[in-house]
Each structure stands twice: as structure tokens, then as C-alpha cells.
């Protein structure tokens, strides 16, 4: 029996819905549906039927679900006695994310061990594409990590928020005004001195898209890891960057959109064939409802 997908049917039982339980579980709608059918067929018996818009325990469903849950609880007092008793290694998270550009990750993190004591939190700092490498090798749990695309074939992403690259701009740029009126044009900065990321970060990527489509290359520029520092040499006015949107809160520059605008997406990815354990779920759910942001 597994006690994973014995929360399938603990849940939706509590929902009364399939795609809430889904959304609560962090599997798909269609997963749930194929327990609950298995089940139904194991036992020879509806455990669930339709009333209205909701779903309800038949009486046998409640006969089910009254023994699930005292082996749920009986499985889970083995497991806080083997806790109690050091038999059992602390479980690991391993969570990987890039603080330069997702800083609010510690607040998240330490608020999250504070009530998860038998939980053993590794983090590991990386570039998306190297997330991307450590969830698909199995190196990684989750990650929180940029994409333009929504879409991954070995990954899982759910967003978290949609954010857009701007070039930031000292409050006294030179083109500051004409670019408010006209738009960002490159021809006007061919002198300018660009601060960009490390050639191996997402920021770097997505910028790099936006040279080609302005048929543009920098004549002058530096490669900086950090883009709280990129930020803080803009407002200096030590040269010009391209800085997600989420960063200009309290910032003293000017930030200006392209054309088309160059969004992307902040996500948690984690790989498709993983059934994420309950301590995971957790994790998750708290980062959806700080949204980092």
C-alpha cells in the first residue's frame, strides 16, 4: 500500500473536488482519477459519487476512507518514533536556486526549517541551465529557476510569477528622455558601457536574444556575477544592464520595456517522474504562497 496516493483519496474526501485535491497535492487531475478507479476496481466498490457540483464518500468510500486514515496515522507514529529514537537519518530537500536573482529564497527557507525540524534542507546555488542539469540527473529536488518557456519535456514547472527584462539606465542617461518618448533604440548606445551577467546565467541568455534581434554587440563592457551589485553600479551611473522588473522597487534609475516586451517567468521545476513526499509539497506550497515577491 502506498501511503503517498492514500492521501489522494484523504483529499479529496476533505475537497469534495478531484482538480482542488490535484492543486493541493501537486499532481495531476488525471492521476488522482486513475487511483481512485484502481482502487474502485481492487476493492469492487464506488468509493465516491457526484452530488451537485461536489464529490461525496459513499458508504463504502467512508469505510475506506475511515481505515486510511489509522494506517496513515499508524504509519506516520512509526516514523516520528524512528525520528525520536535517531534510528532514522533526518530526510534531505535538496533545493537549488540562484540567490543573485532570487534573494527572498533565504527568508522562505529559514521560515520553513523553523517548523520543519526533522527536515534536513540542502541548498545549492547554480544558473537555470545548470538547475535544469541537477533535476533531470536526480542532484536536486525542486529548483526556482527563470524560463521563457513553460514547457519542458523531462521537467514539471509551476509558476510562480511572470517578470520582464528592462534596461536600467541612470537617472541622468543622456537618452533617458528620448527613450520615455520613443522607445529603447541601441543605435543611441553604441558608446555606453554595459554591465552584464556571467555568460553562463539565464540574465545573460535572454540579453544575449535581445543584441541579436537589434542587430547589436557591445563595444564596451564587464561581466559581473551578482545583479544586486549591476543594480547598485546603475544607480552610480557606472553603466547601463539589463535587470528583471522585480528588482526596481526603491531603485534610483530608469528602467525602460523593449519591443516587444521581454518577459519571462519565475517557476519551481522538478522532474515529471518524481512523486513529490509530503515534506516536499510543503516546501512548495509555502514558496507559491510568499511568492518570493
Given at each position: 500500500?502506498?501511503?503517498?496516493?492514500?492521501?489522494?483519496?484523504?483529499?479529496?474526501?476533505?475537497?469534495?473536488?478531484?482538480?482542488?485535491?490535484?492543486?493541493?497535492?501537486?499532481?495531476?487531475?488525471?492521476t488522482?482519477?486513475?487511483?481512485i478507479?484502481?482502487?474502485?476496481?481492487?476493492?469492487?466498490?464506488?468509493?465516491?459519487?457526484?452530488?451537485?457540483?461536489?464529490?461525496?464518500?459513499?458508504?463504502?468510500?467512508?469505510?475506506?476512507?475511515?481505515?486510511?486514515?489509522?494506517?496513515?496515522?499508524?504509519?506516520?507514529?512509526?516514523?516520528?518514533?524512528?525520528?525520536?529514537?535517531?534510528?532514522?537519518?533526518?530526510?534531505?530537500?535538496?533545493?537549488m536556486?540562484?540567490?543573485?536573482?532570487?534573494?527572498?529564497?533565504?527568508?522562505?527557507?529559514?521560515?520553513?526549517?523553523?517548523?520543519?525540524?526533522?527536515?534536513?534542507?540542502?541548498?545549492?546555488?547554480?544558473?537555470?541551465?545548470?538547475?535544469?542539469?541537477?533535476?533531470?540527473?536526480?542532484?536536486?529536488?525542486?529548483?526556482?529557476?527563470?524560463?521563457?518557456?513553460?514547457?519542458?519535456?523531462?521537467?514539471?514547472?509551476?509558476?510562480?510569477w511572470?517578470?520582464?527584462?528592462?534596461?536600467?539606465?541612470?537617472?541622468?542617461?543622456?537618452?533617458?528622455a528620448?527613450?520615455?518618448?520613443?522607445?529603447?533604440?541601441?543605435?543611441?548606445?553604441?558608446?555606453?558601457?554595459?554591465?552584464?551577467?556571467?555568460?553562463?546565467?539565464?540574465?545573460?541568455?535572454?540579453?544575449?536574444?535581445?543584441?541579436?534581434?537589434?542587430?547589436?554587440?557591445?563595444?564596451?563592457y564587464?561581466?559581473?556575477?551578482?545583479l544586486?551589485?549591476?543594480?547598485?553600479?546603475?544607480?552610480?551611473?557606472?553603466?547601463?544592464?539589463?535587470?528583471?522588473?522585480?528588482?526596481?522597487?526603491?531603485?534610483?534609475?530608469?528602467?525602460?520595456?523593449?519591443?516587444?516586451?521581454?518577459?519571462?517567468?519565475?517557476?519551481?521545476?522538478?522532474?515529471?517522474?518524481?512523486?513529490?513526499?509530503?515534506?516536499?509539497?510543503?516546501?512548495?506550497?509555502?514558496?507559491?504562497?510568499?511568492?518570493?515577491?
Amino acid at each position: 500500500m502506498s501511503f503517498d496516493n492514500i492521501e489522494y483519496i484523504i483529499t479529496v474526501a476533505k475537497e469534495h473536488s478531484q482538480s482542488r485535491a490535484a492543486d493541493q497535492l501537486l499532481v495531476s487531475q488525471s492521476t488522482i482519477s486513475q487511483y481512485i478507479r484502481k482502487v474502485e476496481k481492487e476493492l469492487g466498490v464506488k468509493l465516491f459519487e457526484r452530488n451537485g457540483n461536489q464529490l461525496v464518500l459513499t458508504d463504502s468510500g467512508k469505510i475506506y476512507l475511515s481505515g486510511a486514515e489509522s494506517a496513515l496515522a499508524l504509519y506516520e507514529k512509526a516514523l516520528d518514533d524512528l525520528r525520536t529514537s535517531n534510528v532514522a537519518r533526518r530526510k534531505q530537500i535538496v533545493i537549488m536556486y540562484n540567490p543573485s536573482l532570487i534573494p527572498q529564497m533565504r527568508k522562505v527557507l529559514t521560515d520553513y526549517i523553523s517548523t520543519h525540524k526533522n527536515i534536513f534542507v540542502s541548498t545549492l546555488s547554480g544558473p537555470a541551465e545548470i538547475a535544469k542539469e541537477y533535476l533531470m540527473n536526480g542532484m536536486a529536488d525542486i529548483a526556482v529557476l527563470p524560463t521563457q518557456n513553460l514547457y519542458h519535456a523531462m521537467l514539471e514547472y509551476i509558476p510562480l510569477w511572470e517578470d520582464e527584462l528592462q534596461l536600467a539606465v541612470p537617472m541622468n542617461h543622456h537618452c533617458a528622455a528620448k527613450f520615455m518618448q520613443e522607445g529603447v533604440c541601441f543605435d543611441d548606445l553604441s558608446e555606453d558601457f554595459f554591465i552584464l551577467n556571467l555568460p553562463e546565467s539565464y540574465i545573460t541568455h535572454h540579453s544575449e536574444q535581445i543584441f541579436r534581434e537589434y542587430h547589436f554587440h557591445p563595444v564596451s563592457y564587464c561581466d559581473i556575477e551578482d545583479l544586486k551589485t549591476a543594480r547598485n553600479m546603475v544607480m552610480n551611473g557606472r553603466g547601463i544592464a539589463f535587470l528583471p522588473s522585480s528588482m526596481h522597487q526603491g531603485g534610483d534609475y530608469r528602467a525602460f520595456s523593449f519591443n516587444p516586451p521581454a518577459r519571462f517567468y519565475i517557476v519551481i521545476g522538478y522532474h515529471k517522474n518524481t512523486i513529490l513526499k509530503t515534506e516536499t509539497r510543503e516546501l512548495i506550497n509555502q514558496i507559491r504562497k510568499c511568492r518570493l515577491v
